[in-house]
């Protein structure tokens, strides 16, 4: 891809050699080395224009439904049955005292 380059920057094109790309000149130079260059801002792509692939952010995972859970029962409704049990049986009576 040929690319004109706005900053003179180092680059490898091959992942071995290391070149000095010159501000103001053209290169030809491979895709991932240009879009390097391109993505940093240091040059403009010549030639056929390119069209970025649309990333597509994630997007948030909707929560799954809610549902409520009414309980059939509610203890102020209704008394436990231990607690019905407890209210049928009487106290026990204090104990007279016999005064001698």
Same mark, same amino acid.
């Given at each position: 891809? +040929?690319?004109?380059? +706005?900053?003179?920057?180092?680059?490898?094109? /091959?992942?071995?050699?290391? #070149?000095?790309?010159? $501000?103001?000149? &053209?290169?030809?130079?491979?895709? @991932?080395?240009?879009?390097?260059?391109?993505?940093?801002?240091?040059? &403009?792509? @010549?030639?056929? $224009?390119?069209?970025?692939?649309?990333?597509?952010?994630?997007?948030?995972?909707?929560?799954?439904? #809610?549902?409520?859970?009414?309980?059939?029962? &509610? +203890? /102020?409704?209704?008394? &436990?049955?231990?607690?019905?049990?407890? $209210? /049928?049986?009487?106290?026990?009576?204090?104990?007279?005292? /016999?005064?001698?």
């Amino acid at each position: 891809m +040929k690319i004109r380059m +706005k900053e003179t920057k180092l680059g490898s094109p /091959d992942g071995a050699l290391v #070149t000095e790309y010159k $501000k103001g000149r &053209t290169y030809d130079v491979p895709d @991932k080395l240009a879009d390097a260059f391109v993505k940093a801002g240091w040059a &403009t792509a @010549k030639g056929l $224009k390119r069209v970025e692939p649309k990333v597509e952010e994630p997007k948030a995972e909707e929560p799954d439904e #809610t549902k409520v859970i009414v309980p059939e029962e &509610t +203890k /102020d409704e209704e008394e &436990t049955e231990e607690e019905e049990e407890l $209210k /049928d049986e009487k106290p026990p009576e204090p104990e007279k005292k /016999d005064k001698k």
